[in-house]
């Protein structure tokens, strides 16, 4: 294919409006003879002045036609499709251990990251099924998916109550106690 | 390591609280006032006919020097309190001023014009009697003093003793004047009452006698009282029995000549005791031979001893005040006659002649809020064309000084008695007309839809317009130079602020005299003088209505309580305008032990107030049906308890249905051993927010919050140090349970005690490390709650967790109190007077019993301090920087409208206001935000957003056109 001019617009460029001195030009043209564009240097390319009819690729078109005998090969993928949110369990409990328990806003957006994607994909239930409606251990597969979920949320849960975000403890709600009516009415000091 | 950690956990907390005030926040918000103390002695600076001075010396112990244009302190000097500083006697002359101080201890001098001392002489023992000024050859070398066994005469340079000279016959006869007239020698003048008079001559040189007469006068019995020195040495005496005046030449005569007033065609009013009035003008030379005789409250005779014969000048009757004042070398006598009833004249009159003197009249108009002149103090001068004229600083019964020009302007008025505050309340300024119509809105019952919508708008349209207003103010002002700008505060234009940082300071002195102040620029708004209160009366100020019920004003009550007889008087008022209410107190025939005020209010929003009388009965302000039929009603649960620390007795009472009362408990604490000081309950305005604490493993601790609880502080009679003790008891007032006791051994007082929330702070020295310590005792309920929802005394099975800890405070302490929030939330700061006149915001988390000596990871979570014994003081802590209130006595703290905030007022000699941010202001921007900045970096970024948007259109165009 030949590559188009270094300093020139594109290959098929449609031409813009050039000097105000110079005469007008045509506001558009296609050039359809791709190779005998203005560049010099293209046609000295020594790349051979070979011209191509219109349409034609040089890239070969992939064979599109649907292998039959791949059957297991859309199992392993659907595998992978349910199998995904365990296999990331090791990798959030690396993170886990990494970003520590303290309060601040690095490990505050890995918890929420934690917590958010189990919660997205549980969300997005359906459209799994959808994926993995072709394989025959649908149910199975989606059993697995759902498990690794819960596995995650449950860990990030967990990494939530390590952290202490989750109001566990009586402290967490000593705001919320009013203060006590008092009955009696009592008042007096010293004799004036 | 363990070290390092303390240091960084101390660096943390103490930078945390760091809660200085920046340079340009000076005055901002705070304001001081200094005060001198009711007037004793005053001398205007004469030195120089433009001087600008005048000296005081007053009951408070205090020595200081007023500007008389702007009556703003030039100097002072604040001596001891008691006895001790007290201000025996002043003498001026040129620019020395001569005091006598600490009954004859001390003998200072003062440069006027600075204010430093020039010498201080330490004299020998004995009750000073008198001093005066010793002069020779018309100049005034030597001041002489007068005790009751010596007399010594000092120089005026250096204070160095000339000599000393025991008085002869000092066990019989009182010594009480002495003399000097300008010649060679001193006279000591003494008596020995209703029976004769003593007069001992001094030669100045060397102190020796030289003459000694003894003067038959049995009728004299104070000299001082009654006696004046006229003329060439003549004493003149004025006595009621005999109704006459007595005549004596000390230097000469041994017989004193009897005049009968009746034979000047004079008399004296019943029952009034003559007074005799003199002027020295030039120490170094003898008295004049005018003198004013004072012979009934409003009658005053100008006369003059001529040749031995008193010949009357001029008769003034009626006449309230005389003075007599020098102008060059005349002396002119100046006389305050009443006018009408709220005005007084003054005309001056010339002291030779007894002429008045043309175009000298001043008019002096009394305050009705005041109180009657009292005392009179005159500056003359001459003018140009040699006529006199003059200024005059009177003082009233309230202790005011005003200080009026002629022909009647008042060029400043002082108000002494606020120095000397006895208790104060704080409270919310009223709303304006239009936020008070918006609020009444609510407060009424609908009636119907329209006329609500109606109402709603024209109120809306009323903000509207004072916001238009206030807007247009706003404008108009900022064109004017900021130095004309004032905010004048008056009774008109007070109204709550935003955040009700704003409020009405009502003070009650000690004189009567009550004040309310506007707590933002220190104005007095209005003053109220009570002519009857006695000297020695207690004061309770209690506010019955708040602001907040709009069409009804607001009230506060007074009880005041004369300790002589027990009887007690109300005076009921408004805060805001000072104004005595026309709600009639009741008469109050039985002597009164306590007041109690209760949260039930009357149909018209008024708190109720409970008196106690001797009887144990109660009666009850207002007292309309509809109180009664509540107090009946709740009167299974009201109590109150007395401490009577004459018998060392507490007693708890319960109130029955017919307003009689129940004894329910006593608790007796041996009179011969200890005696109550201070009893402390907590405050009723005060909110706790968090019922616990939260521990390191986040478990919660919960608190003792017994509204019930109080204080009892005892001390031990026996003050040897090693057996001296202070006692502290935790007491249930309901039901006389004694919830904690402690005893400190080897200290004692006097003890200065906080209680509030769950904890009782106080201070007392240690004799036994000679020291002043501070204890903490913090009560808490323990991990569980026995009741969330009610607290009542007298269902609590369980006592609570006491937690105790005491540290070292480097200073003693003047006053001690806590600051107070309107929710509570806020960390809590002690305010603590000390008595260099600082005050220090101490946080309270540096005085908790639960601070660790070993730092465990719990601890650190929970932010607890590691046990430090010493207690630090940190200058940035003090928050009245260099404002220093001189005898601060006690600390009043008011919420505010923001939580973060709280109101502070101290007073002593001095009134301090300011504000406090314990959490720092967490709530509002902080007075250095950047508003520039920030809203031109917000312009900046939407006209950014605005060209950008727009060029990216453009670009998009083009690229879509490529």
């Known amino acids: 294919m030949a590559s188009p001019g270094g300093q020139g617009g594109g290959g098929g460029t449609v031409s813009t409006r050039g000097g105000a001195g110079g005469a007008r030009r045509m506001k558009w043209a296609l050039e359809l003879s791709l190779g005998n564009s203005r560049g010099r240097g293209d046609r000295q390319g020594g790349q051979g002045d070979m011209v191509y009819p219109i349409g034609y690729s040089e890239k070969p078109v992939p064979d599109t036609s649907i292998q039959e005998t791949d059957k297991n090969l859309v199992e392993k993928r659907c595998w992978d499709v349910a199998l995904g949110p365990l296999k990331q369990i090791p990798m959030n409990l690396f993170i886990m251990y990494m970003s520590g328990n303290t309060i601040s806003i690095f490990p505050i957006m890995m918890v929420c990251m934690m917590a958010w994607r189990p919660i997205q994909a549980l969300m997005s239930m359906s459209a799994t099924f959808k994926l993995l409606e072709s394989s025959s251990q649908q149910w199975l597969q989606g059993l697995v998916y759902l498990v690794g979920n819960l596995l995650g949320s449950a860990l990030a849960i967990y990494k939530c109550q390590s952290m202490g975000l989750l109001p566990t403890h009586s402290s967490d709600w000593l705001a919320f106690i009013e203060p006590p009516l008092r009955i009696e009415i009592m008042g007096g000091g010293m004799v004036l | 390591m363990a070290n390092l950690t303390i240091i960084c956990v101390n660096f943390l907390v103490l930078y945390s609280c760091v809660a200085a005030v920046f340079e340009d926040q000076v005055g901002k918000f705070d304001w001081r006032q200094q005060y001198v103390g009711k007037v004793r002695f005053a001398h205007f600076d004469m030195q120089m006919q433009a001087s600008k001075k005048v000296i005081l010396a007053t009951e408070k112990n205090v020595f200081a020097s007023i500007n008389t244009r702007t009556g ?50 330490v004299l020998d023992h004995g ?109 003149m005496c004025a006595d009621t029995t005999t109704s ?85 070398e005349k002396t002119i006598a100046a006389v305050m006659t009443p006018k009408n009833l709220t005005a007084c004249s003054v005309n001056l009159f010339s002291a030779d002649s007894g002429r008045r003197l043309l175009d000298t009249t001043l008019i002096f108009n009394t305050d009705p809020n005041g109180g009657k002149p009292e005392k009179l103090y005159v500056q003359a001068f001459l003018k140009k064309d040699d006529s006199v004229g003059y200024r005059a600083m009177v003082q009233t019964e309230d202790h005011t000084l005003t200080f009026v020009q002629q022909p009647g302007r008042v060029v400043w008025t002082r108000e002494e008695a606020l120095s000397d505050v006895v208790t104060m309340e704080m409270v919310d300024l009223p709303l304006t007309g239009a936020q008070a119509e918006l609020e ?20 809306q349209l009323i903000l509207l317009q004072s916001w238009i207003g206030h807007l247009w103010k706003l404008f108009y002002d900022a064109r004017k130079p900021r130095s004309q700008v004032k905010n004048e505060v008056s009774i008109e234009n007070l109204s709550r602020d935003e955040f009700n940082l704003q409020k009405m300071m009502v003070m009650v002195t000690a004189s009567g005299k009550l004040f309310g102040i506007d707590s933002k620029t220190g104005t ?61 107190p009741p008469t109050l025939p039985q002597p009164i032990l306590q007041s109690l005020m209760l949260p039930l209010i009357d149909q018209d929003y008024a708190k109720v107030l409970l008196l106690v009388d001797d009887q144990y009965k109660v009666s009850a302000f207002p007292s309309t049906k509809n109180v009664l039929q509540q107090l009946q009603e709740m009167s299974t649960s009201i109590f109150f308890y007395l401490v009577d620390n004459s018998q060392g007795r507490l007693s708890g009472y319960r109130l029955r249905t017919d307003l009689s009362t129940e004894l329910i408990w006593e608790v007796f604490m041996p009179a011969e051993v200890q005696k109550v000081v201070t009893v402390k309950g907590k405050r ?123 540290y070292i405070f480097p200073s003693s302490i003047s006053t001690l109190e806590a600051t107070l929030t309107e929710k509570g939330i806020t960390s809590r700061h002690l305010l603590i007077g000390l008595p260099s006149g600082a005050i220090l915001s101490l946080p309270k988390m540096f005085l908790d019993p639960r601070r660790p000596e ?109």
């Not at chain 2, 009804?552 to 027990?566: E, R």
Request: hydrophobic content about 40%; some cysteine.
């Open chain 2, 72 to 121: 703003e302190l030039y100097w002072r000097h604040v001596d001891m309190v008691g006895p001790e500083g007290n201000i025996d006697a002043l003498l001026m002359h040129g620019q020395d001023a001569v005091l006598v101080g600490g009954d004859g201890r001390l003998l200072r001098s003062w440069d006027v014009n600075i204010g430093g001392l020039n010498w201080e002489i």
């Open chain 2, 127 to 235: 009750s000073f009697q008198s001093t005066c000024f010793v002069g020779q050859h018309d100049t005034v070398k030597y001041v002489a003093v007068l005790k009751k066994a010596a007399i010594s005469v000092h120089y005026l340079s250096n204070g160095h003793q000339k000599w000393i000279e025991n008085l002869p016959e000092s066990d019989t006869v009182q010594y009480q004047s002495v003399y000097s007239g300008g010649d060679a020698e001193v006279y000591a003048l003494g008596v020995v009452p209703h029976s004769h008079l003593a007069i001992v001559a001094y030669s100045v040189d060397d102190g020796e006698i030289t003459k000694q007469v003894s003067v038959e006068a049995p009728w004299l019995s104070n000299i001082q009282a009654s006696c004046a020195m006229v003329d060439q040495g003549v004493l």
């Open chain 2, 244 to 328: 006459s005046l007595y005549m004596l030449d000390v230097r000469t005569q041994s017989q004193m000549t009897q005049i009968p007033l009746q034979s000047l065609g004079l008399d004296i009013a019943p029952d009034f005791k003559p007074v005799l009035v003199s002027t020295q003008p030039n120490p170094a030379r003898p008295p004049n031979s005018e003198f004013f005789l004072q012979l009934g409250p409003d009658h005053h005779l100008l006369l003059k001893l001529n040749d031995g014969e008193i010949v009357t000048l001029r008769d003034f009757k009626p006449a309230l005040l005389v003075s007599f004042a020098a102008a060059g």
């Open chain 2, 440 to 459: 009444g809105e609510f407060g009424k019952k609908a009636d119907g839809l329209l006329s609500m919508v109606l109402k709603r708008l024209s109120s």
């Open chain 2, 524 to 584: 007095i708004v209005w003053k109220h003088y009570l002519d009857s209160v006695p000297s020695n009366a207690a004061f309770m100020l209690m506010v019955q209505r708040t602001t907040a019920h709009f069409p009804h004003p607001p009230q506060c009550t007074l009880l005041i309580k004369d300790k002589d007889t027990g009887l007690a008087t109300l005076h009921v008022f408004n805060p805001i305008f000072g104004k005595k209410s026309h709600i009639t």
């Open chain 2, 684 to 806: 009723p305005n005060e909110h706790v927010h968090s019922q616990g604490r939260v521990m390191g493993d986040r478990s919660v601790l919960y608190k003792y919050l017994n509204p019930n609880l109080l204080a009892v502080v005892t001390e031990s009679t026996d003050m040897h140090p090693e057996r001296s003790f202070v006692g502290i008891l935790l007491i249930d007032g309901v039901t006389g349970r004694i919830i904690h006791e402690a005893v400190q051994r080897k200290t004692r007082g006097p003890v200065h005690l906080v209680h509030s929330e769950n904890w009782v702070v106080y201070e007392y020295w240690s004799t036994k490390s000679r020291r002043n310590e501070f204890s903490v005792i913090e009560l808490y309920e323990g991990m569980e709650l026995y009741n969330s929802t009610v607290f009542s005394s007298l269902d609590r099975p369980h006592l609570p967790q006491v937690l105790q800890q005491s």
């Open chain 2, 854 to 962: 070993i730092i465990s990871d719990q601890s650190r979570e929970e932010n607890l301090i590691p046990y430090a014994p010493e207690m630090p003081i940190r200058t940035e802590w003090f928050i009245n920087y260099n404002q220093t209130v001189a005898r601060v006595r006690g600390i009043f703290t008011a919420p505010s409208g923001l939580e973060s905030t709280c109101l502070v007022v101290a007073y002593g000699l001095d009134i301090y206001q300011t504000r406090v941010y314990p959490s720092k202001q967490f709530d509002v921007l902080k007075d250095d935000y950047d508003y520039m900045l920030i809203s031109s970096v917000l312009f900046a970024l939407f006209f950014a957003t605005m060209i950008s948007k727009r060029l990216a259109e453009v670009k998009l165009l083009n690229r879509a056109w490529r």
